[in-house]
């Protein structure tokens, strides 16, 4: 997508920031077909569940935190759940973006597994969230 110029822009992006557009249009004709289906998502639910988040003061939160916090972690797992089902998709952690080690049971009961860009963490999945592990290659960086 770079070298073709679909995906370009000054400076360092994630491959997220980019229209997804062209990579969806190649990645079916190489291997990996894929359709769009829309899930009939309470919209209603979603908008109260975001409303309640933008009410969070978190300085009136007494420490610890981690019932409520626990709480909001499982409504989420649920809803990722439901699209799990009705999709047929595989949902994984990122173990990057998830520290909460102490909730690995909860989310196990919930998620297909983990990916890890590395050793660790792939141990990390395999030993405490159980399930599929999926390695992903860790970002390369030049050195001076």
Not at 85 to 95: M, P, T
Not at 97 to 102: E, G, I, K, T, V
Request: charged share 25%.
């Amino acid at each position: 997508m770079i070298l073709t110029g679909s995906w370009r822009g000054k400076g360092v992006y994630n491959m997220e920031q980019f229209d997804p557009d062209p990579f969806m249009k190649v990645i079916g004709p190489r291997g990996l077909p894929w359709v769009l289906k829309t899930l009939d998502a309470p919209m209603d639910e979603v908008r109260a569940r975001l409303e309640r988040f933008r009410r969070l003061d978190a300085r009136r939160c007494p420490p610890p935190a981690s019932s409520s916090t626990k709480l909001a972690v499982e409504e989420n797992l649920r809803l990722l759940e439901r699209v799990k089902q009705e999709s047929g998709a595989k949902i994984l952690l990122a173990l990057k973006a998830f520290s909460m080690w102490s909730l690995a049971p909860l989310v196990a009961r919930y998620l297909t597994g983990t990916c890890a860009s590395g050793t660790h963490e792939a141990r990390l999945g395999r030993e405490e969230y159980g399930g599929e592990v999926l390695p992903t290659a860790p970002h390369s960086a030049s050195r001076t």
